[in-house]
């Protein structure tokens, strides 16, 4: 991996999985438009072992490339 990808690349080769991104760029809105993509999974945990093995300090982001539940969904993170 450690490709750079735009959000929309990733959202079309990575559709409902946790994503790990190194470096992410964002908008005015801090919302994420690109960056380095390090890991994906469906599983979450894995891609948050892997964060924490990364070690160095850097920024870095991890997002959900599906879709958000309805309202009045509980959510467990």
């Known amino acids: ?3 750079v990808m735009t959000i929309a690349e990733i959202h079309e080769h990575f559709p ?3 994503v790990l991104i190194r470096d992410p760029q964002t908008d005015q809105n801090h919302q994420i438009q690109s ?3 390090v890991w994906h999974s469906k599983d979450r945990e894995e891609v948050d072992r892997k964060a924490v093995e990364l070690a160095a300090p850097k920024d870095i982001a ?3 490339t599906g ?5 009045g969904t509980a959510i467990i993170l």
């Open 35 to 37: 960056g380095t993509l």
């Open 67 to 71: 879709s958000v539940p309805t309202p």
């Open 16 to 18: 409902s999985e946790w």
């Open 62 to 64: 991890v997002l959900y």
């Open 1 to 3: 991996m450690n490709e």
